[in-house]
């Protein structure tokens, strides 16, 4: 399996004014955030805004994108919902176009028991032969996959990891800790990176990673190096705007970070649009944090 790297980021999907996907700026923006300090992108994850697409546009959205980066890093498709068969069927397509692995989300709205998701992504993973990386997210989903369960899927052959949202430290830890070698465990959010790295942790997919790709790397290479101390100091320097961008809902804050960089991505999709009291209310909020930071993406 080729490498996919430790550090991910759920690049965020850019739009026209008339909201159309603007195919031409997602392939300079995954170009950009490769050479921030991105090892691979995560392509109609959550922060790309794939519940407000459609199949087609994911797929063209997965086909521009990897066109784009070559083999200058990995692109992770989000294929996967709570429909099954659908699932397979746009996973099916995405390994058609030429991604190079699969991000298996946990099913929303139908909460399968433990035995229905192990099925679940079998099916998913028996239907391609790309890599699949779980997504436990239960804040999202209402469901949270169990240690139990993701250590079962651990040992399905093309099931290579897990991107762990849970923010339940012990699970997380039971998880480094039985699963096997070749199994890795990715943060599934930007403050907890530190700890799940010092615990035994692979990496981050990352929403930070489309405004500071090359801090995050900074901070993680502490880590892999020993440097446990200055590693913590960086987690700290960098834990107020891990937390900034969620203030409200993700990816609102990190499409207005890089819109107000002058890296401009267009407005987000209905339902991600706050009216303008609450837009107001956030940007006195999130502004002051966003200043205290550079950019790196350009």
């Given at each position: 399996?080729?490498?996919?790297?430790r550090?991910?980021?759920?690049?965020?999907?850019?739009?026209?004014?008339?909201?159309?996907?603007?195919?031409?700026?997602?392939?300079?923006?995954?170009?950009?955030?490769?050479?921030s300090g991105?090892?691979?992108l995560?392509i109609?994850?959550?922060?790309?805004?794939?519940?407000a697409?459609?199949?087609?546009?994911?797929?063209?959205?997965?086909?521009?994108?990897?066109?784009?980066?070559?083999?200058?890093?990995?692109?992770?498709?989000?294929?996967?919902?709570?429909?099954?068969r659908?699932?397979?069927a746009?996973?099916?397509?995405?390994e058609k176009?030429?991604?190079?692995?699969?991000?298996?989300?946990?099913?929303?709205?139908?909460?399968?028991?433990?035995?229905?998701?192990?099925?679940?992504?079998?099916?998913?993973?028996?239907?391609?032969?790309?890599p699949g990386?779980?997504?436990n997210?239960p804040?999202?989903?209402?469901l949270?996959?169990?240690?139990?369960?993701?250590?079962?899927?651990?040992?399905?052959?093309?099931?290579?990891?897990?991107?762990?949202a849970?923010?339940?430290a012990?699970?997380?830890?039971?998880?480094?800790?039985?699963?096997?070698?070749?199994?890795n465990?990715?943060?599934?959010?930007?403050?907890?990176?530190?700890?799940?790295?010092?615990?035994?942790?692979?990496?981050?997919?990352?929403v930070a990673?489309?405004?500071?790709?090359?801090?995050?790397k900074?901070?993680?290479?502490?880590?892999?190096?020993g440097?446990?101390?200055?590693?913590?100091?960086?987690?700290?320097?960098?834990?107020?705007?891990?937390?900034?961008?969620?203030?409200?809902?993700?990816?609102?804050?990190?499409?207005?970070?890089?819109?107000?960089?002058?890296?401009n991505?267009?407005p987000?999709?209905?339902?991600?649009?706050?009216?303008?009291?609450?837009?107001?209310?956030?940007?006195?909020?999130?502004d002051?944090?966003?200043?205290?930071y550079?950019i790196?993406?350009k």
């Amino acid at each position: 399996m080729a490498e996919l790297g430790r550090l991910l980021t759920a690049m965020v999907t850019p739009f026209t004014e008339k909201g159309d996907v603007d195919y031409t700026r997602a392939g300079e923006l995954a170009t950009a955030l490769l050479k921030s300090g991105s090892d691979g992108l995560v392509i109609g994850g959550t922060t790309g805004e794939a519940p407000a697409m459609n199949d087609e546009e994911l797929i063209q959205l997965f086909d521009v994108v990897k066109e784009a980066v070559g083999e200058n890093g990995a692109v992770i498709a989000g294929t996967t919902n709570n429909n099954t068969r659908g699932s397979i069927a746009l996973s099916r397509e995405a390994e058609k176009v030429g991604v190079d692995a699969l991000l298996l989300t946990v099913p929303a709205y139908n909460k399968p028991t433990m035995g229905g998701l192990y099925q679940h992504f079998t099916s998913i993973a028996d239907a391609v032969s790309l890599p699949g990386i779980l997504y436990n997210v239960p804040s999202r989903t209402a469901l949270n996959m169990d240690a139990a369960t993701t250590l079962k899927l651990a040992e399905v052959p093309n099931i290579v990891g897990v991107k762990e949202a849970s923010s339940d430290a012990d699970q997380i830890a039971y998880v480094i800790k039985g699963a096997p070698e070749d199994f890795n465990v990715w943060s599934g959010n930007d403050n907890e990176i530190f700890p799940t790295m010092v615990t035994g942790g692979y990496g981050i997919v990352s929403v930070a990673g489309n405004i500071i790709s090359g801090q995050i790397k900074k901070m993680m290479g502490l880590i892999l190096e020993g440097e446990v101390e200055a590693g913590a100091a960086e987690h700290l320097r960098l834990l107020p705007i891990f937390n900034g961008l969620f203030i409200i809902t993700n990816p609102i804050p990190v499409r207005y970070a890089l819109n107000r960089s002058g890296f401009n991505i267009g407005p987000a999709r209905l339902p991600m649009i706050p009216d303008a009291d609450e837009l107001k209310l956030f940007r006195e909020r999130f502004d002051p944090v966003l200043d205290q930071y550079s950019i790196d993406v350009k």
